[in-house]
């Protein structure tokens, strides 16, 4: 994609629904961890190269930059030209007054 150029007008996207437990269960694995989880954005325009948040040094709970799957989705939309603050809200598709992952845009 980015020898043709294509990354500058696509959007990648990579997450998961959730991360996985700091600790390991008494079953030798590890359980579902909505506390935490990694996600990874590229292309359309976005800077490169940055991180956006932090966990404990254990990878437990976010100690900086906080934010739930309705700021990714205003963040992706807004990415993708929509107008979130005014015909988002008021035809109902986003809900919370997020304006998106804060520091992902500029």
């Known amino acids: 994609m980015g020898d043709r150029?294509?990354?500058?007008?696509?959007?990648?996207?990579?997450?998961?629904?959730?991360?996985?437990?700091?600790?390991?269960?008494?079953?030798?694995?590890?359980?579902?961890?909505?506390?935490?989880?990694?996600?990874?954005?590229?292309g359309a325009g976005l800077e490169g190269g940055r991180i956006i948040g932090a966990t404990d040094e254990n990878g437990a709970n976010v100690v900086d930059?906080?934010?739930g799957p309705q700021a990714l989705l205003n963040s992706v939309y807004t990415i993708c030209g929509l107008?979130?603050?005014v015909t988002l809200r008021q035809a109902g598709l986003v809900r919370d007054s997020s304006e998106g992952i804060p520091g992902l845009l500029g």
């Open 5 to 42: 150029g294509l990354l500058k007008k696509t959007l990648v996207v990579v997450l998961t629904e959730f991360g996985r437990s700091p600790g390991v269960n008494g079953d030798g694995g590890r359980e579902h961890w909505p506390q935490g989880y990694t996600l990874l954005m590229a």
């Open 65 to 67: 930059g906080k934010f």
């Open 83 to 85: 107008d979130v603050p």
